[in-house]
């Protein structure tokens, strides 16, 4: 049981030694991109305050998020005591932040950042001073900047109210310029983010001014087609030309003259992407708006066209008489062209739609109405087509009248039939009025369903034969009678 036991637990801590190291290179195959540098910055208008005064503490990072930073402030003796840890809001990457000393000696403002998936952690330390007593702890000057948002490359206009020369600090994401200003400067920031200036003289600064400089990127909107049938869905893709952008992206759609609304979707990889399904025929226009965010001005994309379609189905029309019967040699007009048939039959590539359609035979219009094409199938109309027998009887006698012509006209039609040996004859027409003619009489029909016919023909050969019949049966009779009184008689 102890070997068992031992080679169970051997087997499992190598599983989990590997299940460790099988993990380790997933998350450096994830985020192997190496991660950004991040900057914080701590200002202070003075290295010396007041015991029991509130102080501001500026505090700059950059990327400008929204995050929380640590503050920890120790005081420097024999054991550095930790006097307080604060963890601090900040919004775009600036806080101002009010703290009280209520002890005099010499402290230290530690302020850093754990950073996140993208950036680095990063970290800046501060000194100052806590007496009992101080004039100032503040350069009261007014320092004036034309605009708190900057695109890159562009001058940014700075002044002051005083008259003298003082000392300019420039505080960009990475490093620190040194100007002197008596009056107004103009200063052409190279980098985003958020920038501080501040004026300073001996050992006094101003409270900074803050802003931040952005840089303009395009958003190029494409759709994975540009061309889709009434009902299919299509991706739209609005996609900024740079790196680390957040927020969300609009897309609008251009409808009665004017850009309506159509969707929001966040940015996901400097994309956003949405999804639109027309609900009929034409040609579209989209296009897509973005605010910025903390390093970049707001932009507008491109107009992306997009043109929907009916969906197109190949469809056959089958012409088919009264009875279901094929209906051979039809001509079919739809969208005003005039196809004929084959056998009956036509195939055709429509799109989804509800059309008007007549169908001819015979050059009669055998069918007038509407089709509903949805999908690609066989469409089977029935048309105004139906059969017409003529029975041609003798008179007296119904005995089949056989070999004798017929002739039907109406409608642009005239053709002579001869009846069968049923003293018939069957033929499809089309609806409408005829004239039926044999060698003794002619009648009318209105033909508007399948119809029989009989018609009636004296014959002078079954007349003389009955009559001589009914002559010879009746002479029969008297002589017969006759006999019968002669006999009584004797």
Not at 70 to 98: C, D, R, S, W
Not at 219 to 246: F, H, P, R, W
Not at 289 to 311: C, F, M, Q, R, V
Request: glycine share 4%; with cysteine.
């Amino acid at each position: 049981m102890s070997n068992l036991y031992k080679y169970i637990r051997a087997t499992w801590i190598t599983a989990y030694i590997l299940s460790i190291l099988i993990s380790n290179i997933v998350s450096q195959k994830m985020y192997s991109q190496p991660k950004l540098d991040s900057h914080i910055l701590l200002l202070t208008t003075s290295n010396t305050t007041n015991m029991y005064r509130d102080n501001n503490i500026y505090i700059i990072l950059n990327p400008p998020l929204n995050t929380t930073i640590i503050l920890k402030i120790n005081k420097i003796n024999e054991y550095h005591n930790l006097v307080a840890v604060k963890f601090i809001e900040i919004e775009n990457g600036y806080k101002e932040y009010t703290i009280k000393f209520n002890e005099t000696g010499t402290y230290t403002l530690n302020i850093s950042w754990n950073g996140n998936n993208h950036y680095k952690p990063t970290w800046n330390i501060q000194t100052i001073q806590v007496v009992a007593n101080i004039n100032a702890s503040i350069l009261d000057i007014n320092l004036n900047i034309n605009n708190t948002i900057v695109e890159i490359y562009n001058p940014i206009e700075i002044n002051i109210e005083a008259n003298q020369t003082l000392c300019l600090e420039i505080y960009s994401p990475i490093k620190t310029y040194l100007y002197k200003i008596d009056r107004e400067t103009t200063f052409i920031p190279n980098i985003t983010g958020i920038w501080a200036i501040c004026l300073k003289k001996d050992n006094l600064r101003s409270k900074p001014k803050i802003f931040y400089v952005k840089k303009r990127t395009e958003i190029i909107l494409d759709a994975s087609q540009k061309t889709i049938a009434i009902g299919e869905e299509v991706e739209i893709i609005a996609k900024i030309e740079d790196e680390n952008c957040i927020g969300k992206i609009d897309l609008y759609i251009w409808n009665n003259n004017k850009w309506i609304y159509y969707s929001t979707e966040k940015i996901y990889q400097n994309k956003s992407i949405f999804h639109w399904k027309p609900l009929k025929e034409g040609k579209y226009m989209f296009k897509a708006k973005w605010n910025g965010d903390l390093t970049h001005l707001k932009s507008e994309s491109n107009i992306l066209k997009i043109t929907a379609t009916s969906k197109k189905h190949i469809a056959t029309i089958e012409t088919l008489d009264s009875m279901g019967r094929k209906l051979i040699g039809t001509k079919i007009i739809i969208q005003n062209k005039t196809y004929p048939t084959i056998d009956g039959k036509i195939n055709l590539l429509l799109k989804n739609n509800i059309y008007n359609i007549t169908i001819i035979w015979k050059n009669t219009i055998v069918y007038q109405g509407k089709i509903n094409i949805t999908r690609g199938k066989t469409y089977k109309i029935n048309c105004n087509v139906y059969n017409l027998t003529i029975r041609l009887r003798n008179w007296p006698i119904p005995t089949p009248i056989i070999g004798q012509p017929i002739t039907i006209q109406g409608n642009r039609i005239k053709t002579t039939q001869i009846t069968d040996k049923n003293g018939e004859i069957t033929i499809k027409l089309p609806i409408g009025n005829y004239t039926i003619k044999t060698n003794t009489s002619q009648e009318k029909i209105n033909l508007n369903k399948n119809t029989t016919i009989e018609i009636k023909q004296q014959s002078w050969n079954q007349i003389t034969i009955l009559a001589l019949l009914i002559t010879i049966i009746a002479l029969l009779i008297f002589l017969s009678k006759t006999k019968i009184e002669i006999i009584i008689t004797r």
